[in-house]
């Protein structure tokens, strides 16, 4: 079983350039999840999906973030203008259902950005 | 708010020892606790769950051990290697799915 695909795996840009990044989940898994982790901390959720639709985006900065999952399946993260502090990793997940609670998320590679 | 503590940061052992890693939790909601492992470059990567309906979990050399009352819940590792010296994370989450995690536990397992 294909696991979850990210890309870029590397990002480097100048701040207030704008940058998007794509996420497959595995295939089947209605729930995925945007998180962001700074160098020596946990993950952070920024936005869930349910399918095609949005389950919780309280942490996303709307002001610069967003993200779509138009059909369900691939997603987009954009950062429009980045600044500094958005230097991280940037992971997606997926799980199976997801609104059980108890799903085991399973995390792609990751993204790493770099604003300079 | 919500809020997930982990301790301690980092965890230095020797090969053969047991390690243990704790954390605490804020969400009485909170229902389900995985553990994730870290390697460089790479992301998390599950390692065992428990749910709040069990009090201990084993998988060989790894346990988990849950005290809802108290909040508490922790990581056991036997018979450290040093190919179990990667970066820890505990999570706390509940029905909606939402995970919460610690800020890590780098352990260092010397030969």
């Known amino acids: 079983e294909a696991g979850v695909a990210q890309s870029p795996r590397y990002k480097i840009i100048e701040k207030r350039q704008s940058v998007a990044f794509w996420c497959n989940p595995i295939?089947?898994?209605?729930?995925l999840y945007w998180y962001q982790q700074i160098l020596g901390q946990g993950p952070k959720l920024l936005i869930q999906?349910?399918?095609?639709?949005?389950?919780?985006d309280s942490q996303l900065p709307k002001d610069r973030f967003s993200a779509e999952r138009l059909k369900g399946v691939d997603s987009t993260l954009k950062i429009q203008p980045a600044k500094l502090e958005d230097s991280a990793v940037y992971l997606c997940a997926s799980s199976l259902q997801g609104t059980s609670g108890t799903d085991t998320q399973y995390f792609g590679p990751g993204t790493r950005l770099t604003v300079l | 708010g919500e809020n997930v503590e982990q301790h301690p940061s980092t965890l230095s052992v020797q090969e053969g020892d047991s390690a243990v890693i704790k954390c605490t939790y804020s969400d009485s909601a909170s229902n389900y606790f995985p553990w994730y492992k870290q390697e460089l470059g790479k992301g998390p990567q599950l390692i065992i769950d428990?749910?709040?309906?069990?009090g201990e979990k084993k998988d060989q050399r790894i346990a988990v051990t849950l005290n809802k009352t108290a909040k508490h819940f922790s990581l056991h590792i036997t018979e450290t290697q040093p190919e179990d010296s990667v970066v820890y994370f505990c999570?706390?989450?509940?029905?909606?799915?939402?995970?919460?995690f610690g800020q890590g536990t780098t352990l260092q397992v010397k030969p």
């Open positions: 999570a706390a989450g509940s029905n909606t799915g939402k995970l919460i």
């Open positions: 295939s089947g898994h209605a729930t």
């Open positions: 428990i749910r709040s309906n069990v």
């Open positions: 999906f349910q399918n095609n639709g949005v389950v919780d």
